[in-house]
T-cell receptor, first 117, second 107 residues
Framework: GAVVSQHPSWVICKSGTSVKIECRSL??????MFWYRQFPKQSLMLMAT?????????EQGVEKDKFLINHASLTLSTLTVTSAHPEDSSFYIC?????????????FGPGTRLTVL | LAKTTQPISMDSYEGQEVNITCSHN???????ITWYQQFPSQGPRFIIQ???TKVTNEVASLFIPADRKSSTLSLPRVSLSDTAVYYC????????FGKGTMLLVSP
């Protein structure tokens, strides 16, 4: 149980284009979803937190107009990287929680490798 | 947010017990302690979570002293497949990943 999927698992795009990444909780309803970014040999960095039906809360330094997050349902959140540039190339990971707090576990997706040429 | 400190790396051999200690001196009353395992190019995988004393599941044990300023993840009889990065997190409303501990298990 508590499976989170991401699609696509990897994507290559040209500079200036937009890329959408989907995060789905397959067997539970996710009140809260989180988006992380991880550069090679580094730890995960929280980008934003989203609750179903409301605007995402972005971490300091994360451009909300560049990284658009939509949490339209209790099982789906999307991250759109707009006007992607090579420096946006990274490993993007989502996680989902059954409640709005962290006393319940966050379940992570397998990640999406984004390469911007 | 409780900042955590872990050893950068640890080495072990197959069949040994591995204990990874995490320091979280400024842990808040509401914070839970959670450990995750991450393999390269994969999302983290939940290992165990606790608030105080001892928690055990089928893969690990978590020991938390009364002052909760540290915690120890215990992996019994590790195998080569346990080679991974292990993250300790202490939080309630936000999770902050530290650098983690790279565990290398050798034959």
């Amino acid at each position: 149980g508590a499976v989170v999927s991401q699609h696509p698992s990897w994507v290559i795009c040209k500079s200036g284009t937009s890329v959408k990444i989907e995060c789905r909780s397959l067997d539970f309803q996710a009140t809260t979803m989180f988006w992380y970014r991880q550069f090679p040999k580094q730890s995960l960095m929280l980008m934003a937190t989203s609750n179903e039906g409301s605007k995402a809360t972005y971490e300091q330094g994360v451009e909300k107009d560049k990284f658009l997050i939509n949490h339209a349902s209790l099982t789906l959140s999307t991250l759109t990287v707009t006007s992607a540039h090579p420096e946006d190339s990274s490993f993007y990971i989502c996680s989902a929680s059954m409640t709005s707090g962290f006393t319940d576990t966050q379940y992570f997706g397998p990640g999406t490798r984004l390469t911007v040429l | 947010l409780a900042k955590t400190t872990q050893p950068i790396s640890m080495d072990s051999y197959e069949g040994q017990e591995v204990n990874i200690t995490c320091s979280h001196n400024n842990i808040a009353t509401n914070d839970y302690i959670t450990w995750y395992q991450q393999f390269p190019s994969q999302g983290p995988r939940f290992i165990i979570q606790g608030y105080k004393t001892k928690v055990t599941n089928e893969v690990a044990s978590l020991f938390i002293p009364a002052d909760r300023k540290s915690s120890t993840l215990s992996l019994p009889r590790v195998s080569l497949s346990d080679t991974a990065v292990y993250y300790c997190l202490a939080g309630y409303s936000t999770l902050t990943f530290g650098k983690g501990t790279m565990l290398l298990v050798s034959p």
